[in-house]
């Protein structure tokens, strides 16, 4: 089966390059000028002359603050060029993944959002990834749409990465204790989602690591196993002034995953210790 990879130089594009070798799969990753998802003749002619079984779209815009006032690159890259591969994917007869965002909710729950939850974004990078949704779904029935969150992994933005700088310059930390999600590892998500290739069971998937936690106690989870010897504070997110509204609870339900795989990615706390292990 040949894979052909949008945004490949993104840590979970570099994760699934790396490993799906290894799962059978043959790997096609042009760089962006080549394959620029926002530019339809581009893709198109990409697409008809690789001839891939799916393609991955792992390009995005992913600058929540910034989506604010450049709303127009934002919903581009997340809505228009998700509705260009849909409509190239379906001319030459190509499956889809997308992947969506934690951001479409806005997040006044109590309990992780399930796939039947009705997506109500506060913010212009939450609409932008929306829109992609809808025009993924409208455009191509051979889809798989996985929404996920905090997702991390070997990449000069991954959150534990901050976190790891911040600590060696700073001795006070702090960080807000009213955002909840799940955090995810870009070694899980990747092998997740190639195993669900295989089974051809198109449709909408939330897929995260198990388990959910504040951006406090992932950062005390982070720092305790790194033996930090500073002091963390707790604080609240309007303690952030940011041009961007986040939600406050924005965990997932994984199901049905491990109805799908046979069984559930590993634990955010488990992931973390490995990434940090891998870090060493």
């Known amino acids: 089966m040949k894979i052909l990879i949008s945004g490949p130089d993104g840590q979970l594009a570099r994760q699934i390059i790396k490993i799906a070798p290894s799962h059978g799969y043959q790997v096609e990753a042009p760089d962006r000028n080549s394959f620029d998802i926002t530019d339809f003749e581009a ?10 079984d799916i393609v991955i779209n792992c390009a995005a815009y992913n600058d929540v603050d910034g989506a604010e006032t450049d709303w127009e690159h934002a919903f581009m890259v997340n809505g228009i060029g998700v509705k260009n591969l849909a409509c190239a994917c379906r001319k030459y007869g190509a ?20 796939i039947a939850d009705r997506p109500e974004p506060i913010s212009r990078y939450g609409q932008s990834k929306l829109l992609g949704e809808e025009l993924l779904t409208s455009h191509l029935d051979t889809h798989y749409l ?17 976190v790891l700088r911040w600590a060696a310059k700073n001795e006070v930390l702090r960080i807000a204790d009213d955002q909840i999600s799940s955090p995810t590892y870009t070694v899980d998500l990747a092998e997740a989602v190639l195993r669900l290739i295989r089974t051809e069971n198109f449709g909408l998937y939330h897929i995260t690591n198990s388990g959910h936690c504040s951006r406090y106690e992932w ?15 707790s604080a609240k997110r309007e303690d952030f002034k940011s041009p961007a509204k986040r939600p406050g609870f924005s965990a997932l339900d994984n199901f049905p995953i491990a109805e799908t795989l046979g069984s559930l990615p590993p634990s955010w706390q488990e992931a973390t210790k490995r990434f940090l292990e891998d870090m060493v």
């Open 43 to 52: 893709v198109r002619g990409v697409v008809s002359a690789l001839k891939p």
């Open 95 to 114: 499956a889809l993944m997308h992947f969506s965002s934690d951001y479409v909710f806005s997040g006044d729950v109590s309990r992780p959002y399930t």
């Open 146 to 162: 996985i929404r996920t969150s905090w997702v991390f992994g070997d990449g000069e933005y991954s959150f534990p990465k901050k």
């Open 219 to 233: 950062v005390a989870f982070i720092l305790e196993n790194i033996k930090w010897q500073g002091r963390l504070e």
